[in-house]
């Protein structure tokens, strides 16, 4: 058996490509060229005085540009290229698994960072005879960096299965400009205090970076999980195990965080509900009968788990309702201590309401729209947008009253709790919150008849099946 | 047990029924053509017959196997050759087979042997370092056709395989999919080519607004079971050719029904050699220079229209002549 037999087929086949490729070359011998002109620079100095730090910084920063914005950038057109060839029809056809592509395509470009990681070596071996060098945490940094770029790189992979060019666009824009920034930051990093974060000596270090890594690894799957869903046919229900990943997931981290910090346990739960509830928020609601048939097996528990846990939005709402018990759950094993705060009560609430109003826009307006994601995130764009100017208004003007009589859209009420009254924007938040999820919910009967009658054919079938045997 | 059944098939887009209550079967080894005007819901429905697609409602088996309870038998039993696929870039042709053939589960030399066979009969061997993004339309489909077969299916889906090929190609590929009938396989196709169809097919499949409006063999459609009665003739004259369009629309029992180089085709409403003698005597009377007049074997292009006007107006064919040239219309009325 060849060696490349053990590998996955997606991984060969991105690999041969990804190779060849003009963006991969160029990005190599460009990055090379340019450390070997900065060794030179820096070698030829007259006196090395404090150059082993500022080389660190250009050596990171130039990495950092390579890895965090070039390599993830060319993950955006990993998926659409094949929706719009038409290819992944043809390779939904073989034992190739969804997840098995959108994995094969995410290893691939992590892999060609690596390379990049990896030449890069030799030159943090040739900085360290310029004195001044903090191993470990140099090293750990580059580490971090790599991680971080195996993240956005697998954000920008599955987010190339949105067949809308203009949302992939405005991310791109504003993912790009935020990594600009990281990327000059990490090049003055070891000028400064804080890459003592990466050494590893304190605790709240270590919980800092652990809930780095954790929360990287979790946006990496849920991304990886969210484009494989998009090219998933039908019969494959990828929705389920992440709703049901999402559960454990969501309270154990936040239960780590507890004994560091009562609010961060919050903000850790936060940091996972919102990207779940996105996702649960936007699926397809067209069900199979044969997704039901393991809810089906177990009547009527079966059932009424299928109520939240079945792809689609409606079944949605109904997650993200859990998943809010869910958070109240984790606040009261906080001692209330996790929301005590009346801002941080405000801003959770808030943020539950907004996840929601969107989908009850789209209900409402664009309800023929078959791009439920786009259409959503567009929604939420623009819900933001319009907060934010009535923030300025209501600023520049003096007139509170604009950003209450606009209170009912939720992202203007997290103005109002943070300017205002935040008792009033806890109010009027859960009663948003509430509003919001009942709306698409009274509105989604034919969802429901839908899944009523997928677990009827499904029924069918094992009743068939018993028969049968 | 067929090897497609298909039964009361629809399929919805919002308000748009793409495929409507459609239900036929295609016995095992056989080859049926899929017939229809752009939009008649042929693509919808072979997506469907190989589950990239979902059914609104009605029931799709392949060899036994429902397409929505259970895909990935059905996907080991079909080769699904779409109507258009993009290449990849930076992969050679035989690189592209071996990465369907990996992706199909083959390892080692049983991969290698596959690719290798699969390349002989589709003739890419010469082509093998080529880059599959470079091809031409006839060597793409033929490249197309080899991935289709890398696993050895039992049925072919093929929408519109020699859309786009040059005469030459589309013989390669009619004598490919001769030799895959030969050796047993199930194929339906579609095409607009009907005469090809007709060589190939032992069905003939015809579509319209998402329903069937005519199953049968090639040859009983042509003997025109629900047609018009009538006959066919290639007319030629000297001069313009036109001049047998206008004669046509002022002719009684005559109807034009498309135009030639050298004049035109007309159908005339009897099956009588004395009918068509009164119609060439009147054509010459009427100043027609007629150098050639034969009769010609109604094709299926003819029968596909008439039933489509037999729906449409229930009144045979829809076929109207060209506009007339204004001198002509003058003449006409008066």
Known sequence: ?469 | MPAISVKNLTRHFGALKAVDDLSFEVPRGSVCGFVGANGAGKTTTMRILASLDYATSGIVKICGHNVINAPAEVRSLIGWMPDDFGNYDHMTVIEYLDFYARALGYKGKERQMRVQEVMEFADLSNLSDRMSNKLSKGMTQRLCLGRSLLHDPEVLIMDEPAAGLDPKSRVELKNLIRILAEEGKTILISSHILSELGEMCDSLLFIDGGKIVHHGDAESLRQGLDAKAGSYYDVQVLGDAMEVANWAVTSPYVEFIEERKRGGRIRIESNEAEQAAIVLQRMIKDGLSVTEFHKEQRNLEDAFIDILGQIEGGNGPQTTPPPLPPQAAVATAE
């Open chain 1, 1 to 469: 058996m060849d060696f490349s037999d053990r590998l996955s087929p997606m991984l060969v086949k991105e690999l041969r490509q990804g190779m060849r490729g003009v963006g991969f070359v160029i990005l190599f011998i460009a990055l090379q060229a340019l450390l070997v002109l900065v060794m030179i620079g820096f070698s030829s100095a007259d006196s090395y005085g404090n150059s082993g730090e500022s080389l660190s910084g250009t050596l990171i920063g130039f990495f950092s540009i390579a890895v965090l914005l070039i390599q993830p950038l060319r993950g955006i057109t990993a998926l659409s290229s094949e929706i719009k060839g038409k290819t992944i029809d043809l390779m939904v056809l073989t034992k190739l698994s969804a997840w098995r592509i959108v994995f094969g395509k995410w290893v691939s470009l992590v892999s060609q960072s690596a390379l990049i990681f990896a030449t890069l070596l030799p030159y943090m071996i040739m900085r360290y005879f310029f004195g001044g060098m903090q191993l470990f945490s140099e090293i750990s940094l580059l580490f971090c960096i790599f991680f971080a770029s195996a993240t956005l790189t697998a954000a920008t992979v599955g987010f190339s299965a949105v067949s809308s060019i203009v949302l992939r666009g405005i991310v791109c824009v504003i993912g790009g400009i935020f990594i600009l920034q990281f990327s000059f930051a990490g090049a003055m990093l070891s000028g400064s205090g804080m890459l003592d974060v990466f050494d590893f000596s304190d605790s709240d270090h270590i919980y800092a970076l652990l809930s780095f890594f954790g929360v990287c690894g979790f946006i990496t799957w849920l991304s990886l999980d969210f484009g494989a869903s998009v090219i998933a046919p039908l019969a494959e229900n990828r929705s389920t195990p992440r709703k049901l990943i999402g559960f454990p997931l969501v309270l154990v981290a936040s239960l780590a965080m507890i004994p560091v910090d009562d609010e961060a346990a919050i903000l850790m739960a936060m940091i996972l509900i919102v990207p779940l509830a996105v996702t649960a928020l936007t699926e397809n609601p067209h069900l199979v009968p044969q997704v039901c048939l393991p809810f089906v097996r177990k009547f009527g528990v079966g059932n009424i788990c299928g109520r939240v846990l079945y792809p689609g939005w409606a079944t949605g709402v109904l997650y993200v309702v859990c998943l809010f018990v869910l958070l109240q759950v984790i606040n009261a094993m906080t001692g209330f201590e996790g929301l005590d705060d009346d801002d941080a009560h405000a801003t959770v609430i808030t943020i539950f309401a907004s996840l929601l109003f969107p989908l009850v826009i789209y209900r409402f307006f664009f309800r023929k729209s078959v791009n439920i994601f786009g259409m959503y995130l567009a929604i939420m764009m623009f819900t933001w947008l319009i907060a934010i100017i009535l923030y300025v208004l209501s600023e520049t003007t003096s007139q509170d009253g604009i950003l209450w009589l606009f209170c009912w859209i939720p992202p203007v009420n997290m103005f109002c709790g943070f300017e205002l009254d935040d008792d009033i924007a806890i109010v009027v938040g859960y009663i948003s919150f509430v509003a919001y999820a009942l709306i698409p919910l009274v509105s989604s009967k034919i969802v429901w008849k839908h899944i009523r009658d997928s677990e009827f054919a499904a029924k069918e079938i094992l009743d068939k099946e018993k028969s049968a045997e």
